[in-house]
C-alpha cells in the first residue's frame, strides 16, 4: 500500500514539473534521445544540436522565471514559450549554416548558458525581500541536494550492472552510458525542477550546518590560501619586472568565477571567520583584476589579440568592477553582479564586437603585414620566400596555426582555403612551421613519416622471414635467426646503426644506416616529411638472399636518430 502511495506521490510531482515546466521538460527528453543516438551510433551527429537543445533548456526556464514574476497570463506565458523556440531554432540554424568552427560554437553556448543561468537565479530578487545572494543560496543548495542524489543513484546503477556482468551474463558497455545518460539529463534536472519554490512561496533561506561548516572551515581557507599563492606570484612578478608573464592567464576566469560563488555564499553565513572573508576578499579581488587587466592589455600589443586573452581582459575588467562594488559595505546586499556579468556576456557574443570576430581582424591583419613585409604576399597572392627570418617564422606559424584552428584563413588576402596542414604551409610560404624554441644552429633534423595504411597490405607468402624493426642509439646489438643458415644482426652505436645478414659466417647483405638515411633524406623525400608507397620499400639483393626494408618511420638529429619499420628476407633455395 505504501508503495503504490510513493508511487503515487512521485507520479503527481512529474506531472507538476511538467505542467510548470513544459517545454524545458521537452527538450530534457530531447537530449536524452539525442545522446541516447550518440551512445548506439558509430558516426559523430552534429554538434548544433547538442548546443541549441542546451540554450533552449536555459531559455524556457528563464521564461518560466518571468511568467511567474511579472506576466501571469496564459498568453503571455504562450508567447514566452514560443519566444523562446524561435530563439533556440535561430541560434541552431546560426550554428548551422554558418559552419561555425566548434572553438567559437563552444565559447558561444557557454556564454549564453553563463548568462541565462544568472538570469533564472536573478529574477526572483527584483523588487523582492529577497537578495540575489539568497536567491544563488536557494538555487545552490538546490543543485547539491539533486546532484547528490543522482551520484548515488549512478553509484547504484553502475554496481549493480558490474554484478550483472560478472555474475550473470556479459553486459554491454554502453548499459552504463545510458544509464548514466537518464540519470544525468532527466532524473536530475527533473528532481532539480521539482525542488525549486514558486515566486511566492519563496523564503529567506539559510546555509544548513553541514554546508556553513564547509564554506568556513574548507572552501574559505583554501580560497584564501588560493588567493595569497596569487597574490604572492603578482609580487614576485612586479619586483623581477616580468609584467608580460601570462602565467595567470589560463587559470583567472575560472579562479574569478569560483571565487565569486564562494563569496555569494559566504554572505549568508554568520561566522567570524566568513565576515572577515566577506569584507577583505573584494579589495584583493580588484587588486589581482586590475594588474592582470593591465598586463593583458600591454601583451596585445607584443603577440596580439586573440580570443582567450579577449574573455582574460573582460572579466578582470567585470572582477575589478565587482571588487570595487562589494568593496563597499553598503553595496554588498545589492544584485549589481547579475546586470553586469549579463552584459559583458552580451558584449562577448555580440556581432562585430565578438571576442572572434575582433581576434580574427587582429590576426589577420598582423599575418598579412608579415607577408608583405617578408615578400610573402605579391599582387595579391602567396609567394614562396625561404629567407624569412626565424623570428618572423616563427610568427606567421603562430598566426597560421591560430587561424587554422578556427577555420578562418582564408580571411587572409592569397589564401582560398580556410586551414593549412604543416605541407601546405610548407609549399605556400618555402618554409616549414616554426615554433617557439627552435634553434636552428643548434639541431638540424630531418624527419618522414609513412602512414600505417600504406604498408599494411603485403603479400607475406612471397618472402621467407618477416620482422617489425625499431632501432635507436639506446639499442643493444641483437641478432636474430633467418631460417636454418642465416642471422641477422642490428648493431647500434651513438651516431650510427648497422644491418648485417650473414650465412654461416660470412656477410652476405650489409647495410649502413646513416647511408640508408643518406639516400633517404637527399634523393627520395621531397617535401621534407611525406615518402611515397614506391619509395619506402629499400632492396639490398646478394646470390644468397634479398632483403627488403619498409620505412614507417625514419628521424635523424644532429645527436641521435630512431627508425622503425619491417624487414623481409627472401633466401635462395
Avoid at 554538434?47 to 521564461?63: D, K, N, R, T, W
Avoid at 536567491?135 to 550483472?164: C, E
Avoid at 567570524?272 to 586590475?290: C, D, G, Q
Amino acid at each position: 500500500m505504501k508503495l503504490i502511495q510513493n508511487v503515487s506521490t512521485y507520479t503527481e510531482q512529474f506531472i507538476k514539473v511538467c505542467v510548470r515546466y513544459p517545454l524545458t521538460v521537452a527538450l530534457l527528453f530531447s537530449l536524452a534521445m539525442y545522446n541516447l543516438l550518440q551512445i548506439e551510433s558509430n558516426q559523430q551527429i552534429e554538434e548544433p544540436y547538442f548546443q541549441a537543445i542546451l540554450v533552449g533548456i536555459m531559455l524556457s526556464l528563464v521564461s518560466q522565471q518571468l511568467h511567474e514574476r511579472y506576466f501571469l497570463r496564459i498568453k503571455m506565458r504562450l508567447f514566452l514559450i514560443g519566444l523562446s523556440l524561435v530563439l533556440m531554432l535561430s541560434y541552431f540554424f546560426f550554428l548551422n549554416t554558418l559552419s561555425i568552427p566548434f572553438v567559437e560554437m563552444h565559447y558561444r553556448t557557454i556564454t549564453i548558458v553563463l548568462m541565462t543561468s544568472v538570469m533564472f537565479i536573478g529574477l526572483p530578487s527584483i523588487d523582492s525581500q529577497i537578495r540575489f545572494s539568497q536567491s544563488f543560496l536557494a538555487i545552490f543548495k538546490r543543485v547539491f541536494i539533486s546532484l547528490f542524489y543522482s551520484i548515488v543513484l549512478i553509484g547504484g546503477i553502475g554496481l549493480i550492472i558490474a554484478a550483472v556482468d560478472l555474475l550473470l551474463f556479459s553486459v554491454s558497455y554502453t548499459m552504463f552510458m545510458h544509464a548514466f545518460n537518464l540519470v544525468a539529463t532527466l532524473f536530475f534536472p527533473l528532481i532539480f525542477l521539482g525542488s525549486i519554490p514558486l515566486q511566492d512561496e519563496l523564503v529567506k533561506e539559510m546555509p544548513s550546518p553541514i554546508l556553513e561548516k564547509l564554506l568556513t572551515y574548507v572552501l574559505v581557507p583554501i580560497t584564501a590560501i588560493y588567493t595569497g599563492v596569487v597574490l604572492l606570484y603578482i609580487a614576485m612578478t612586479i619586483a623581477q619586472t616580468e609584467w608580460l608573464d601570462a602565467l595567470l592567464e589560463p587559470i583567472l576566469i575560472s579562479y574569478f568565477i569560483l571565487t565569486l560563488i564562494i563569496y555569494l555564499l559566504a554572505l549568508e553565513c554568520n561566522h567570524t571567520i566568513t565576515k572577515l572573508f566577506v569584507s577583505v576578499f573584494p579589495k584583493i579581488l580588484a587588486l589581482i583584476a586590475l594588474f592582470q587587466t593591465i598586463v593583458s592589455v600591454v601583451r596585445i600589443g607584443d603577440i596580439g589579440l586573440t580570443y582567450g586573452r579577449y574573455y582574460v581582459i573582460l572579466f578582470s575588467v567585470f572582477a575589478l568592477v565587482m571588487g570595487v562594488i562589494y568593496s563597499m559595505k553598503e553595496m554588498r546586499d545589492s544584485g549589481w553582479i547579475a546586470p553586469i556579468l549579463i552584459g559583458a556576456s552580451l558584449v562577448s557574443i555580440a556581432p562585430f564586437i565578438d571576442a572572434f570576430t575582433l581576434s580574427r581582424v587582429y590576426q589577420v591583419n598582423a599575418l598579412e603585414s608579415l607577408f608583405e613585409e617578408n615578400a610573402l604576399l605579391t599582387d595579391g597572392e602567396i609567394v614562396q620566400n625561404s629567407d624569412v627570418q626565424v623570428s618572423d617564422r616563427k610568427d606567421i606559424t603562430r598566426l597560421v596555426n591560430y587561424l587554422s584552428d578556427l577555420d578562418q584563413l582564408d580571411y587572409v588576402e592569397g589564401i582560398e582555403q580556410n586551414r593549412w596542414d604543416p605541407n601546405q604551409f610548407e609549399s605556400a610560404l618555402g618554409f616549414s612551421p616554426q615554433y617557439e624554441g627552435y634553434q636552428p644552429d643548434i639541431i638540424n633534423m630531418d624527419s618522414i613519416t609513412v602512414e600505417q595504411e600504406e604498408t599494411s597490405f603485403l603479400d607475406l607468402r612471397s618472402y621467407d622471414y618477416g620482422s617489425e624493426l625499431s632501432i635507436s642509439p639506446y639499442d643493444e646489438t641483437r641478432e636474430m635467426t633467418v631460417g636454418d643458415d642465416f642471422i641477422l644482426t642490428v648493431e647500434t652505436e651513438n651516431e650510427n646503426f648497422y644491418l648485417t645478414l650473414s650465412e654461416n659466417g660470412e656477410d652476405v647483405v650489409e647495410i649502413d644506416g646513416m647511408e640508408l638515411f643518406d639516400e633517404l633524406f637527399d634523393e627520395r623525400v621531397e617535401n621534407g616529411t611525406q615518402l611515397s608507397p614506391n619509395d619506402q620499400i629499400f632492396t639490398y639483393e646478394a646470390d644468397a638472399a634479398t632483403l627488403d626494408l619498409h620505412i614507417e618511420h625514419a628521424m635523424r638529429r644532429d645527436d641521435t636518430y630512431q627508425f622503425s619499420g619491417r624487414l623481409f628476407v627472401t633466401t635462395e633455395d
